[in-house]
């Protein structure tokens, strides 16, 4: 079992640091609630997936899944450090390319891409759509032939591997709503139908098993299984598969208790299964794509908040409400997600009670952290959540006309702004109204 003191850093003075600047005084200089990112962190775990793929000199491509946090800071960091990203929305894409992603480093997911999303795709002429179904397939030919253009396509499997993680993020099994089936011989029709079509270039397959994913095993029957399926496509339809994407879904620590391997051993081994088994079947090796999201930003960034009020249940619990919650930070609320909270001033100093930090929400779900041992606190007390980096912002919303966070990035002892906090006005900005 390790220490949740491993998930902060801290400084000379005992308070906790991010990218090198003490947590209190960014509170001072941005307020709370602040979602501060150590961008040094990020860069580390870029490159230590890179190095893994040139060690073992793969062919490869690390692309950030870009909804575990979209935002044209982060967007302008993956392209500095020459990483493609992915997008699932309209949306995404129009934000990535603003952030100055190339386009073809994007590639586009998403099991219900509208019409409209999919001419945009064309239009930007990105990297890659990775076809979910018939319907888009369809839609897609219709666009491309209408343009008299191509388009790269990977086709997404659902490669039936259970990952061991919530049900709600996981992603691979039969019965997901992502991808073609395997078994029932739709992804093999639907290759077919990619092939015989001029305007398709498939350059490869894909299939994502989950999210915060700790066991190796997951991704092993994933990529023996994809193996498989690049043989018996190679021997029915001649298919040589330039690409095999495995997605992403690889785990971190959010509290103590949690223990995942580091990424790179997740991807060394999927490097290893995937070499043993194209070398057994005497396939030409394909480039290897991962998808991270979580891996990439979710322990990089540390949410500080304010304490307010508390409330003693006798013989129950106590809670300490901090200034943010579900509307920063819904995933406790959504999966059950735990974490830990430390004061930003004193992480190591003795805790001597259990008190359930909750927001300031207007739901009893909303729980950030449930029995958190901490020393006594007080009013105005930095509180900080750390290992927030993923999922946390690109959920927020703005329940109860709570603005959304600042979010800093922090770097060598300098922080940045890179959005900056919502105003009563942002939160009305798209309503006219019936007075007009
Ligand atoms: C969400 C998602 C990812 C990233 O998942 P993480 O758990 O954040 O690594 C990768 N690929 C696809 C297709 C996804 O939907």
Known sequence: ?????????????????IGGVDALKLTQQYGTPLIAYDTGAIRRQIRSFQRVFEDLNIAHRVV??????????????????????DVVSGGELYAALKGGMRPEMIEFHGNNKLPHELEYAVDAQIGCIVVDNFQELHTLQAILAD?????????????GILAETHEYISTGQEKSKFGFDIRSGQAARALQEMLADDHLDVIGVHCHIGSQIFDVQGF?????????????WNQEFG???????????????????????????????????????????????????????????GDAATTLYTIGSSKHVAGVCDYISVDGGMGDNIRPALYHAKYEALLADRPHAENTQVATVVGKYCESGDILVE??????????DVLAVPATGAYGYTMASNYNRNPRPAVVFCENGESR????????????????GIAQ
């Open 64 to 85: 950030y899944a870009s909804k575990a946090f979209s935002s044209l800071a982060m967007y302008q960091l993956a392209a500095e450090s020459n990483i493609g990203c």
């Open 220 to 232: 092993i029957g994933a990529a023996k299984k994809m193996a498989l399926l690049l043989r018996d």
């Open 1 to 17: 079992m390790t220490n949740r003191l491993d998930l902060v850093d801290t400084n000379a003075a005992g308070h906790i640091a």
């Open 417 to 432: 702004l890179v959005i900056r906090r919502e105003t009563y006005a942002d939160m009305l900005r798209c309503e006219v």
């Open 371 to 380: 029995d958190c041992p901490l020393p006594p606190t007080h009013p105005g």
């Open 239 to 297: 298919f040589d598969a330039q690409v095999l994407n495995l997605g992403g879904g690889f785990g971190i620590k959010y509290t103590g208790e949690d223990d995942p391997l580091p990424a790179e051993e997740f991807v060394k081994t999927i490097i290893e299964v995937v070499e043993y088994k194209v070398n057994k079947y005497h396939l030409q090796m394909p480039a290897i794509w991962v998808e991270p999201g979580r891996a990439l930003v």
């Open 147 to 159: 343009r008299q253009q191509t388009m790269r396509v990977m086709l997404r499997v659902a490669p």
